[in-house]
């Protein structure tokens, strides 16, 4: 992470060394999710035979070991999979997003649009759908995914182009759609979602390793769910669409392809039991709940009085930044839940409707719902950031906002209740020089939300 992450105007307001605590604390939750220190733990490898949490493989029986994936944290995993497995990796293919890429030898590393997919996207996942067709039973084939590997691994149907995808992927992140319901929708439009990653490569070996950006790291969630069974259907696909009333909103394609499915007219993504599921292993070996329980543990050694609220926090983030705000004020007024210096954490992944026409993500926004619940605390701030370094289409990981907030903001002349009707947290924390920015982190684990008060 950048030393220049958080040198934040808002520090001003805070007592001295705030800035070094927070870094410190967001520091060791980042750590905790580093994707090559999760694949070096999860790949252990002893002469021939490799050993992946209960299972033992024994090397001598593949012809080729391909490791294939997507994410935002795929490429690191890829070059900590090359340094465990070293020359018996034969090759493989990785899309990541634009500036997630580290040095790898034998894998290739394509970069591709995030969150919105593009050519290069629908490219490299054609490279990967045919590595995984041509995989034998003799094959090993070592999938990695995290979070954003449901855009950067867009592969769509038949009859489907990309430019439909963009626009149902915008109609989806504007409505409101939950992770889980997106991803419903994309399983059923796609070719290597839902499962459908795994059908392809058998009767291959596929081990499967997972870092986890989703709540509760259901596997049949996490970047869509390539290698593992979908409980999902055309049905519930196609009532997504209906339930945030954009039906009319998405191209004609793919309202006629979920019709078709729910029909039975198209075949189903594997369902559990299916064969074409038996050879594979899928194993989570990061999560939000490791980087949040780190962060706790930093945050007790610098003298906080922490706790650990929830790592399955959704919802609408200006209605979510309400809840942790009330808290903040209980904490001034009672010292519940606990008594200052207080750290409380959560986790998650809140959502945003877009109504206006400004720029932000999730993180920004509920950071400035957060500034006039918070108007008039001493000594309290609310930091919102994505772990991957990136919310929504901008460059910023989040932002802080503290009590005072509200009264710079008034000195700049800064309408909040304008810059919150029209979607544009960024360009509000710009102005004060309170936007997080640490670059990538090349991982992604979901949000972490810090309740903190001096």
């Known amino acids: ?71 935002k944290a795929s490429a690191p995993m890829a070059a900590a999979t090359e340094e465990v497995l070293a020359d018996r990796v034969a090759g493989g293919w990785i899309n990541v997003k634009d500036g997630y890429v580290v040095p790898t030898q034998r894998v290739n590393i394509h970069e591709a649009g995030h969150p919105l997919p593009d050519d290069r996207g629908v490219a490299g996942s054609r490279h990967i759908a045919s590595l995984a067709l041509e995989a034998t039973e003799k094959d090993l084939v070592v999938c990695l995914i995290s979070g954003g590997g449901s855009a950067l691994m867009t592969l769509p149907v038949d009859g489907i182009t990309l430019a439909d995808m963009e626009q149902l992927t915008l109609a989806l992140l504007r409505s409101g ?25 058998f009767p291959a070996t596929v081990i499967s390793l997972i870092l986890s950006d989703v709540i509760g790291s259901p596997l049949d969630v996490i970047a869509s769910g390539p290698t593992s069974p979908d409980p999902t259907t055309y049905a519930d696909a196609h009532s997504v669409l209906r339930k945030y009333h954009i039906l009319s909103d998405v191209p004609g394609p793919v309202a006629q392809h979920l019709e078709r499915g729910e029909a039975g007219l198209v075949a189903e993504t594997p369902k559990r039991g299916d ?84 720029l932000g993500g999730r993180n920004q926004e509920l950071a400035l719902a957060a500034v006039l619940p918070l108007a008039g605390l001493q000594n309290v701030a609310i930091l919102s950031l994505g772990t991957d370094g990136s919310d929504g289409p901008t460059d910023a990981a989040g932002a802080m906002a503290t009590g005072a907030t509200s009264t710079r903001a008034a000195e700049q002349g800064l309408d909040i209740g304008g810059y919150m009707s029209d979607n544009d947290a960024y360009h ?6 309170d936007l997080v920015k640490t670059g990538p982190t090349n991982t992604n684990v979901n949000d972490l939300v810090f309740i903190l008060a001096w």
């Open 1 to 71: 992470m950048k030393s220049s992450a958080f040198n934040l105007a808002a520090f001003r307001d805070l007592p001295a060394g705030a800035d070094r605590q927070i870094q410190s604390i967001v520091t060791a939750a980042l750590s905790a999710a580093d994707p090559q220190a999760a694949v070096r733990r999860a790949l252990r490898l002893s002469g021939n035979a490799l050993q992946v949490r209960d299972r033992h493989y024994d090397l001598r029986q593949y012809q080729r070991i391909l490791v294939i994936g997507a994410g």
């Open 177 to 201: 759609a939950t992770i889980n319901e997106m991803n419903a929708v994309r399983k059923h439009i796609e070719q290597l979602k839902g499962g459908q990653l795994a059908r392809l490569a």
């Open 275 to 358: 064969p074409v599921l038996d050879r594979v292993q899928n194993c989570i070996i990061a999560s939000n709940e490791q980087a949040a329980g780190a962060a706790l543990e930093r945050a007790r050694e610098l003298g906080f009085h922490p706790l650990l609220l929830s790592t399955f926090v959704e919802g609408e983030a200006r209605d979510v930044a309400r809840v942790f705000a009330g808290i903040a004020r209980e904490i001034d007024r009672s010292g519940q839940p606990v008594s200052r210096p207080a750290c409380v954490i959560a986790g998650g992944e809140t959502t945003v409707t877009v109504r206006g026409n400004g």
């Open 428 to 433: 509000f924390f710009a102005a004060l020089g």
